[in-house]
């Protein structure tokens, strides 16, 4: 089992969320392991736990993913080093996330006054959409670490669901008779990451910014800096 104080990766994540009992002494915690054939009983919480009792969670929502995706598709050479930059933007993504819930849960385990001070109910009611929406790590940071800061950052943009009262789209005016208008449907492979480049980048800096806001943390800082430890 891992150490409470190891630090925590994607891979040993789930272990910081179990106990650690000693099945000699914690009798809430026996069970008949040796009648199925196995050797621990300590699998109820490795393997059995891992398989039966959990389920997947993003770590980003779907917008900071798909500016990660398009940004690394302008970089990438071949899909080897596709994959490979996409594993290491994956670990820089989860430490920046795990570093801001450690500082959230130790504010407000260490200082429940926090719970008093509420966030607008605006705000909060729009964070819980985009948690609900996405069950994100990042989303289920943002939503709690909003309890944790002074400042208050830019509402996140309206909800784009019909369950969410999304607004009625607009009719595109009517094309005048015998008038025909040249359009091309032409779309290269490397424009389809490109013409969304700078519309996510927008979202990603306001996303990024009221992380930041929120949590006190400067994640364009980190990750220059992760970058500069991956190289060395």
Same mark, same amino acid.
Request: proline share 7%; with cysteine; net charge negative.
């Given at each position: 089992?891992?150490?409470?104080?190891?630090?925590?990766?994607?891979?040993?994540?789930?272990?910081?969320?179990?106990?650690?009992?000693?099945?000699?002494?914690?009798?809430?915690?026996?069970?008949?392991?040796?009648?199925?054939?196995?050797?621990?009983?300590?699998?109820?919480?490795?393997?059995?736990?891992?398989?039966?009792?959990?389920?997947?969670?993003?770590?980003?929502?779907?917008?900071?993913?798909?500016?990660?995706?398009?940004?690394?598709?302008?970089?990438?050479?071949?899909?080897?080093?596709?994959?490979?930059?996409?594993?290491?933007?994956?670990?820089?993504?989860?430490?920046?996330?795990?570093?801001?819930?450690?500082?959230?849960?130790?504010?407000?385990?260490?200082?429940?006054?926090?719970?008093?001070?509420?966030?607008?109910?605006?705000?909060?009611?729009?964070?819980?959409?985009?948690?609900?929406?996405?069950?994100?790590?990042?989303?289920?940071?943002?939503?709690?670490?909003?309890?944790?800061?002074?400042?208050?950052?830019?509402?996140?943009?309206?909800?784009?669901?019909?369950?969410?009262?999304?607004?009625?789209?607009?009719?595109?005016?009517?094309?005048?008779? #015998?008038? @025909?208008? /040249?359009? $091309?449907?032409? %779309?290269? &492979?490397?424009?389809?990451?490109?013409?969304?480049?700078?519309?996510?980048?927008?979202?990603?800096?306001?996303?990024?910014?009221?992380?930041?806001?929120?949590?006190?943390?400067?994640? #364009?800082? @980190?990750? /220059?800096? $992760?970058?500069? %430890?991956? &190289?060395?």
């Amino acid at each position: 089992m891992a150490s409470w104080f190891q630090s925590r990766t994607i891979d040993n994540h789930l272990e910081a969320h179990t106990p650690q009992p000693d099945y000699e002494l914690d009798q809430e915690w026996q069970w008949p392991f040796w009648k199925f054939g196995y050797d621990d009983p300590n699998v109820l919480f490795t393997t059995l736990h891992a398989e039966f009792n959990s389920v997947k969670c993003a770590i980003q929502d779907p917008y900071g993913w798909h500016h990660d995706v398009c940004d690394i598709a302008n970089i990438a050479k071949d899909k080897n080093e596709f994959l490979i930059l996409l594993k290491t933007r994956q670990n820089e993504r989860f430490e920046e996330i795990q570093d801001a819930w450690e500082k959230t849960k130790a504010l407000l385990t260490g200082e429940p006054s926090h719970w008093n001070t509420a966030p607008d109910e605006t705000l909060l009611w729009s964070l819980f959409v985009r948690l609900a929406r996405n069950f994100s790590y990042d989303s289920f940071v943002g939503y709690f670490g909003s309890y944790v800061t002074n400042d208050r950052p830019p509402n996140p943009p309206p909800p784009s669901t019909p369950a969410e009262n999304r607004p009625a789209r607009q009719q595109q005016p009517k094309e005048s008779p #015998g008038r @025909k208008t /040249a359009t $091309s449907t032409r %779309i290269t &492979k490397r424009s389809i990451c490109e013409q969304h480049k700078g519309r996510d980048d927008v979202k990603t800096q306001r996303q990024n910014q009221q992380l930041e806001a929120l949590l006190g943390i400067d994640l #364009g800082a @980190k990750l /220059a800096v $992760s970058k500069v %430890i991956n &190289k060395n």
